[in-house]
T-cell receptor
Framework: EPEVTQTPSHQVTQMGQEVILRCVPISNHLYFYWYRQILGQKVEFLVSFYNNEISEKSEIFDDQFSVERPDGSNFTLKIRSTKLEDSAMYFC?????????????FGPGTRLTVL | DAKTTQPNSMESNEEEPVHLPCNHSTISGTDYIHWYRQLPSQGPEYVIHGLTSNVNNRMASLAIAEDRKSSTLILHRATLRDAAVYYCILRPSNSGYALNFGKGTSLLVTP
């Protein structure tokens, strides 16, 4: 069964450094998402992406964040200057259609630790 | 998005049925009811969804109240692998984007 993959599984970085989290969505999917989950808290939506542009973003997704689909397979989340509070699990998800009956498929996540 | 209310936690014995409730009294006529779950240290995964009629799939059943103000996810025979946080999420029919996760119900399955 096709699945969403994410790399790396764990990223450790120093505060102020840039990080890029990578995702490979399911190949025929058109909608892509990033979510994050701070330890012990709920899953929070960051951004959705369709047709090479951001469709929706949350208040969390400020100027420090950016997303890109640099080629036909990868979908990346960049954090320009990491803060301690960016430490979290970051989940990528993809979806084939816009229909609300369609499901989102999540990757296993990248654990980001900012020191 | 309309709000959902779920118990913080529930406990079940292995191989027993589990009924996970969700209240959504402000649901609109076009909101679909989706259930996702998150196993420990994993990303969320889709379980089931429905609009008005009860639904069954290989993972679970979804029972929707006639007035649609509540629903129940039914796991017919809980296994240890079903221990997870279960999220009930409403999806407007015209929305293609974010899933709005609440705190969900943490299900503990004991042998």
């Amino acid at each position: 069964e096709p699945e969403v993959t994410q790399t790396p599984s764990h990223q450790v970085t120093q505060m102020g450094q840039e990080v890029i989290l990578r995702c490979v969505p399911i190949s025929n999917h058109l909608y892509f998402y990033w979510y994050r989950q701070i330890l012990g808290q709920k899953v929070e939506f960051l951004v959705s992406f369709y047709n090479n542009e951001i469709s929706e973003k949350s208040e969390i997704f400020d100027d420090q964040f950016s997303v890109e689909r640099p080629d036909g397979s990868n979908f990346t989340l960049k954090i320009r200057s990491t803060k301690l509070e960016d430490s979290a699990m970051y989940f990528c998800a993809s979806r084939k259609t816009r229909s609300s009956t369609d499901t989102q498929y999540f990757g296993p996540g990248t654990r980001l630790t900012v020191l | 998005d309309a709000k959902t209310t779920q118990p913080n936690s529930m406990e079940s014995n292995e191989e027993e049925p589990v009924h996970l409730p969700c209240n959504h009294s402000t649901i609109s006529g076009t909101d679909y009811i989706h259930w996702y779950r998150q196993l420990p240290s994993q990303g969320p995964e889709y379980v089931i969804h429905g609009l008005t009629s009860n639904v069954n799939n290989r993972m679970a059943s979804l029972a929707i109240a006639e007035d649609r103000k509540s629903s129940t996810l039914i796991l017919h025979r809980a296994t240890l692998r079903d221990a997870a946080v279960y999220y009930c999420i409403l999806r407007p029919s015209n929305s293609g984007y974010a899933l709005n996760f609440g705190k969900g119900t943490s299900l503990l399955v004991t042998p």
